[in-house]
């Protein structure tokens, strides 16, 4: 491995765990996003003007929908990276549900980093978190121009997809139209929205 990727990656992880501990702060200003919807993807690209190259991460929103919140991908900009902030459904032009969302949607945004002027040859990483970081691993597994990946709050299946605030009975994920094999919730306990721990007991009961 070249020392470059060795750093890159050091970098990452650095991120992805000041991600879970709290918020970074900077007095620099922080790069805006432009809007790329124009690209046959949904999203904001964040990069610092340079005629420098540098990493590119494709970033990745949970089950909240649209686009994913501007400070992370500001913040990954500031400190180096080309971040693509993509959505994938809840959004003009894509789903409006987390239901049978094509795996080859997130083709284009990959495929558009990784042939921009403003990234690194081979330097392509993706980041996800909660139902990004499901996609995220499912994209690292079939596609090896991906380096890297930061996953935080990954699963290791495919769950159901949810519709309207409930539980779908599809899968959130599909291929070649073609729904992905998931795992479905199961509801047979109910869902008690006052137990804090009630969303961790659905997971462990639909698994076992």
């Not at 789903?95 to 040859?121: C, F, G, K, Q």
């Not at 380096?147 to 779908?168: E, K, T, Y």
């Not at 139209?177 to 869902?191: K, R």
Request: proline fraction near 9%.
């Amino acid at each position: 491995m070249k020392p470059l990727r060795i750093d890159i990656i050091r970098r990452l992880i650095l991120f992805a765990i000041f991600f879970v501990t709290g918020p970074l702060t900077s007095s620099r200003a922080q790069p805006a996003g432009i809007d790329v919807s124009g690209q046959n993807f949904v999203g904001d690209f964040y990069c610092e003007p340079s005629a420098i190259p540098r990493p590119g991460i494709l970033l990745l929103g949970g089950s909240e929908g649209g686009r994913p919140i501007k400070h992370w991908p500001m913040l990954l900009a500031q400190n180096g990276y080309a971040v693509p902030a993509v959505a994938y459904f809840k959004e003009r032009g894509l789903p409006n549900t987390l239901e049978m969302i094509p795996l080859e949607y997130v083709d284009t945004p990959i495929a558009w980093l990784r042939n921009h002027t403003n990234v690194v040859p081979g330097s392509i990483f993706v980041w996800g978190g909660s139902k990004g970081a499901e996609l995220t691993l499912l994209l690292a597994s079939r596609k090896p121009e991906i380096q890297g990946i930061i996953a935080l709050s990954p699963c290791s299946v495919v769950w159901a997809g949810i519709a309207d605030n409930r539980f779908s009975a599809k899968s959130s994920l599909s291929l070649h139209g073609q729904p992905l094999p998931f795992v479905p919730y199961d509801l047979s306990a109910g869902f008690e929205q006052n137990d804090p721990l009630a969303t961790r007991k659905l997971y462990e009961r639909s698994l076992a």
